[in-house]
């Protein structure tokens, strides 16, 4: 039976399980007579390992093998230097030489707090001066606890006097805080702010204007005001540009550049044409790429993306405008923007635009003019917890891994020579030792769910193999917070298999009518990192016949008639969050279809 891949992220401890003595394979859901095992096998034939994917385009490769760092969240680079720039989440930032014979990291600054994005002054070669935001103190919330400071560094490699800071701007701290900074082709400085909520807006601050949470600011760090007396913009040390689109407005910030944003993970200007690209951060189905625009709506919290989230909330003064872009959560969770390709290594991707999600590892890119998206394609899919993307002066780009701390680049992957070792019949997966009976191998456990999904009369057998005598953990996983705020998860061992077949009577109420359908496996990889950061994946397999064999009709006697249910909601819960972003679980897709195959061996 061939094999066909698709991606479901799942954190275990999702399903509640029963594992009981089931009859014969194919027969209806039965009500568990008793739960346990008398006697645990172990499952030692699995074969189920790696993915039956072709090779993705690129990989990665480790850019500089002598360069690690504790939890970096940015990597930028300055005017004037070669020197490569990385910030850590808490605190340190470091500058390095791109050669790799001298790559080596030297301490820049370190700040002692919480760090959420760094950037250069255009004339950083001039006058030295950086910038880098950080909360004042992580363990409250604070009205000013998100802050943006400017300091100056001498020297090369550069060291800098953390008494030149000057505060710049400050905004209020807790859940999405933002903090990405990127100056534009016009010299000015345009800042990222969250919505300064953990979930749902809970500020309500999205389509507001009359404070700087949940939008793109942009303001002029070379001029300095005082304010307007009695104004809304308490302002000392930048001005504002007297073209931003709000300033007119009466109550709004004039700070503001465009609004209706949750959390907006890494933007950046396209160095050749100067459109802004930003990755947004969303919550319940969808991530998102938007084009910001200046006075842009992008909808929160009313939308979720293009689709509705609070539809009574109050709306922002201007149109809400669509993303590029948009992943469903079955693809991406936790979105991290990237830049628009302008070097010259990768001569394929230039012009494209490209991002990844930290959740996932995915990395995938774009083509965009003007009007409509082509090319849209995935790159490679890695184990790589990607918080941000970096570009150096040349418009190379690399990728910052949070949890391995070091910084990746793209490759192409070599042409094709061999054959994936994944198994591309079920015979080959080591889960039964009979298919056409569908006799499950030893160690194989049976079990059933307290909540049944809706299947429309579909009926299915599920067994969990774990290989050895491995154990599951409960109630061991307690992220995004401590219950009862979210449930405890569970954690499988590394190789774990779900495997649920299923079955439908072509009769309806007529057992000697049925008909197996196909298997699917859920297979689950450990990956770097612990519950914080996500470690838990599990990519989803559908194995379906080989012979295909035509049904009468879709619709058969006894009355029984296929149909798509699509997005059929089943909470589930993040393989982990970025820093700073708080999880929502998504609703995964179930597709239920009539598929005229068999599943023999």
């Known amino acids: 039976m061939p094999l066909a891949k698709f991606s479901l992220p799942l954190l275990a401890g999702v399903l509640a399980f029963v594992f009981v003595d089931f009859p014969a394979p194919g027969l209806a859901d039965p009500a568990p007579k008793s739960a346990g095992l008398g006697k645990r096998v172990p499952w030692t034939t699995s074969k189920v390992k790696g993915s039956p994917e072709p090779p993705p385009p690129y990989r990665l490769e480790v850019a500089f093998p002598t360069v690690k760092f504790f939890e970096p969240l940015e990597m930028t680079a300055a005017a004037g230097t070669n020197r490569l720039f990385v910030a850590t989440r808490p605190g340190k930032i470091y500058s390095f030489d791109p050669d790799v014979k001298k790559a080596k990291p030297e301490l820049l600054l370190d700040l002692?707090?919480?760090?959420?994005?760094?950037?250069?002054?255009?004339?950083?070669?001039?006058?030295?001066?950086?910038?880098?935001?950080?909360?004042?103190?992580?363990?409250?919330?604070?009205?000013?606890?998100?802050?943006?400071?400017?300091?100056?560094?001498?020297?090369?490699?550069?060291?800098?006097?953390?008494?030149?800071?000057?505060?710049?701007?400050?905004?209020?701290?807790?859940?999405?805080?933002?903090?990405?900074?990127?100056?534009?082709?016009?010299?000015?400085?345009?800042?990222?702010?969250?919505?300064?909520?953990?979930?749902?807006?809970?500020?309500?601050?999205?389509?507001?204007?009359?404070?700087l949470l949940g939008s793109i600011l942009r303001i002029d760090v070379d001029r300095t005001e005082g304010g307007e007396p009695g104004g809304v913009s308490p302002r000392r040390n930048y001005g504002i540009p007297v073209d931003n689109p709000f300033v007119k407005m009466k109550g709004a910030r004039p700070e503001i550049y465009a609004y209706g944003l949750r959390q907006p993970w890494k933007f950046s200007f396209d160095r050749r044409t100067g459109d802004l690209w930003c990755g947004e951060v969303g919550q319940d189905l969808w991530e998102m790429i938007y084009r910001i625009e200046k006075g842009g709506n992008y909808g929160w919290s009313v939308r979720e993306g293009k689709h509705p989230f609070r539809p009574e909330r109050k709306k922002g003064p201007t149109p809400i405008l669509d993303p590029i872009i948009e992943h469903h959560h079955a693809d991406f969770r936790s979105i991290t923007g990237g830049y628009l390709y302008r070097g010259t290594r990768l001569k394929d991707l230039t012009g494209a635009y490209i991002y990844g999600d930290y959740d996932t590892g995915r990395v995938w890119s774009f083509r965009y003019d003007g009007k409509k998206v082509s090319a849209h394609q995935e790159l490679l899919d890695s184990s790589l917890r990607i918080v941000a993307f970096g570009e150096d002066n040349k418009g190379e780009i690399y990728l910052v891994d949070w949890v391995g701390g070091q910084i990746h680049r793209l490759i192409k992957s070599p042409p094709v020579v061999t054959k994936s070792d994944f198994p591309r019949k079920l015979s080959e997966t080591g889960l039964f030792t009979s298919t056409k009976d569908l006799t499950p191998a030893p160690g194989l456990i049976p079990y059933t769910i307290n909540a049944q999904l809706y299947s429309d009369n579909a009926i299915k057998d599920r067994f969990l193999a774990i290989p050895g005598l491995g154990q599951i953990e409960f109630d061991t996983v307690e992220y995004p917070q401590p219950a009862p705020g979210a449930p405890r998860g569970w954690r499988f061992p590394d190789g774990t298999v779900a495997v649920k077949t299923f079955f439908l009577d072509l009769e309806k109420g007529n057992p000697a009518s049925r008909r197996r359908l196909e298997t699917r496996i859920l297979h689950f990889e450990k990956l770097d990192g612990n519950e914080e950061v996500g470690d838990q994946y599990w990519p989803a397999t559908r194995i379906s016949g080989t012979t295909i064999r035509p049904m009468p009709s879709c619709s058969t006697p006894g009355g029984w008639t296929a149909r798509t249910q699509s997005r059929t909601p089943v909470p589930q819960a993040a393989r982990g969050s970025r820093p700073g972003t708080s999880p929502a679980g998504p609703n995964a897709p179930s597709v239920i279809r009539c598929r005229p195959s068999s599943c023999s061996a």
């Open 112 to 211: 002692k707090k919480v760090v959420y994005g760094l950037a250069f002054h255009p004339q950083f070669d001039k006058n030295g001066y950086f910038y880098v935001t950080y909360i004042v103190d992580s363990s409250k919330d604070l009205p000013n606890g998100t802050r943006i400071s400017r300091f100056q560094a001498k020297g090369n490699p550069p060291r800098i006097d953390p008494a030149s800071e000057k505060v710049i701007i400050e905004w209020p701290s807790g859940g999405h805080n933002g903090g990405c900074m990127r100056f534009g082709p016009d010299g000015l400085l345009y800042i990222g702010t969250g919505d300064g909520s953990g979930i749902a807006d809970g500020l309500e601050t999205g389509q507001n204007l009359g404070d």
